[in-house]
């Protein structure tokens, strides 16, 4: 079955340490999204990315990066620079053009120790 | 920039009866869409039903329906024939037409469906 898999479910993360999410697609889409959500409050924008080797800054991007080497691949990189990771993390795909819906994985949650 | 305003934090509805959510966006766009999406408690976005901005009729899905407002700038989803599995948050959500088109959330509502 096409789908978006996320890895690991639950990830923590030590102080100063930097961490990678895993996104993989099977859809054949060229759009990928990763987004941010915190208790209580939508879902923000960190980074998205319509073809291979190119991406752009979403609203919140500091202290994050990314790749995108493969189309199928879209992993994310929470560095040690991003102060407050405790998180629920989303990667989504899609067509890149017109107003097709965004196909979500189940996501990470990412807790600091 | 773009933004979508859900002022209902939580809303409760009793089983079997009907529910409506409020959603309102700010966009000097004219070609766009508009999403609502739930989240239940596995936390999986599901696409509950989408609408064209420059589409007239207010979409359906079975027992979801959605009253788009364009010049008010209004999308409300309304629920009837409420279950205990509609029990969950959610998401209104905004897409301009393009080819670089970000999904654009609001805060979320939670639903709560009572016996």
């Known amino acids: 079955d096409g789908g978006i898999t996320q890895s690991p479910k639950y990830l923590f993360r030590k102080e100063g340490q930097n961490v990678t999410l895993s996104c993989e697609q099977n859809l054949n889409h060229d759009a990928m999204y990763w987004y941010r959500q915190d208790p209580g409050q939508g879902l923000r924008l960190i980074y998205y990315s319509q073809i291979v080797n190119d991406f752009q800054k979403g609203d919140i991007a500091e202290g994050y990066s990314v790749s995108r080497e493969k189309k199928e691949s879209f992993p994310l990189t929470v560095t040690s620079a991003q102060k407050n990771p405790t998180a629920f993390y989303l990667c989504a795909s899609s067509v890149v053009t017109g107003g097709e819906k965004l196909f979500f994985g189940s996501g990470t949650q990412l807790s600091v120790l | 920039a773009q933004t979508v305003t859900q002022s209902q934090p939580e809303m409760s509805v009793q089983e079997a009866e009907t529910v409506t959510l409020s959603c309102t966006y700010d966009?000097?766009?004219?070609?766009?869409?508009l999403f609502w999406y739930k989240q239940p408690p596995s936390r999986q976005m599901i696409l509950v039903i989408r609408q064209e901005a420059y589409k007239q009729q207010n979409a359906t899905e079975n027992r979801f329906s959605v009253n788009f407002q364009k010049a008010a700038k209004s999308f409300s989803l309304k629920i009837s024939d409420s279950q205990l599995g509609d029990a969950a948050m959610y998401f209104c959500?905004?897409?301009?037409?393009?080819?670089?088109?970000?999904?654009?959330f609001g805060t979320g509502t939670r639903l709560q469906v009572t016996l």
């Open positions: 966009t000097s766009e004219s070609d766009y869409y």
């Open positions: 959500a905004y897409r301009r037409i393009g080819t670089a088109s970000k999904l654009t």
